[in-house]
């Protein structure tokens, strides 16, 4: 082949081209110290943390370029506990009968949550997987339920996991292709929110809360296009924040509240959404 018909050909060396080159050199004293590394090839150098501002592009960076060339343009969030489990599964993180009752009763939003997904990804089907693409944490709990609702009808479907002590491993049903890792918190809340036309946030924790007040922040602020918001489990979410109160107290003008809906079912989330965008 020519090397001008090669993709994205430059008379200038390739940095792979390079790397194996530095690769293939004798080994000697001078070849084998840590300075004569490619500075992108040494993992020492990367890690440092004068190196926190690359590594922040290179996290925007990556998922970004691998999402765009796979030519997806929007996306459906999915917001929920880890540890809300599989119907009939094993509440693993209880830790009384109390709280084992509990999570086995939020149990069903687990199976909305899949069939929530499943709505999503049928729908996406018609623009070849481009619309309405699924995305979830990537972890277990809800975020399975997510990932395994568009896996169900043969869709591909976005997890986009973090670096944690504990709970956060990806969950069997990510499309490998669309399995992201991240360090930074505040990267991969870019991505969530970067191409979502709807968020869908199912009972959870401390993480559910803070992706669910980042979104509405932003919403709120004008930073982010009005999306439909939708609270799965109203008597679960009415005990756990009080938006009324809030408006009431003056902390937020009248009418913030209803950025949201409250819904129990998967139909009527999609529903919600249908009527948002005119979809057939």
């Known amino acids: 082949m020519n090397p001008t018909e090669k993709a994205g050909w430059t008379p200038l060396p390739h940095a792979d081209e390079d790397l194996e080159r530095v690769r293939s050199v004798p080994i000697t004293p001078q070849t084998t110290a840590p300075t004569y590394r490619l500075a992108w090839d040494d993992e020492d150098f990367m890690t440092r943390r004068e190196l926190r501002p690359v590594r922040l592009q290179l996290e925007l960076l990556k998922p970004e370029m691998i999402l765009a060339e796979r030519g997806i343009r929007s996306t459906v969030i999915l917001f929920g506990g880890a540890r809300i489990p599989e119907p009939g599964g094993h509440a693993w993180a209880a830790k009384n009968e109390e709280q084992e009752r509990n999570l086995e009763g939020n149990s069903r939003y687990y199976e909305e949550a899949r069939r929530f997904a499943r709505l999503c990804s049928e729908h996406s089907a018609a623009s070849y997987f481009r619309e309405f ?40 049903y990510v499309t490998p292709e669309l399995c992201f890792n991240f360090h930074y918190f505040a990267i991969r809340k870019m991505h969530f929110v970067m191409r979502a036309k ?80 005119e979809l057939a």
Not at 144 to 150: I, L, M, P, S
Not at 219 to 228: A, D, N
Not at 235 to 261: C, V
């Open 133 to 172: 693409v699924v995305v979830t944490g990537g972890g277990p709990g809800v975020m399975e339920a997510g990932n395994r609702g568009a896996d169900d009808v043969g869709a591909p479907s976005i997890g986009l996991n973090i670096v944690l002590p504990h709970e956060q491993a990806p969950n069997a």
């Open 198 to 277: 709807a968020v869908a946030v199912f009972p959870g924790g401390f993480g559910t809360l803070d992706e669910f007040f980042e979104t509405l922040t932003l919403i709120q602020t004008g930073r982010m296009e009005r999306v439909p918001v939708m609270l799965f489990g109203k008597s679960f979410w009415k005990r756990a924040i009080d938006l009324d109160f809030l408006a009431e107290q003056g902390t937020i003008s009248p009418g913030d509240q209803d950025i949201i809906d409250f819904v129990e079912s998967a139909d009527e989330a999609w529903e919600i959404i249908r009527r948002f965008y």
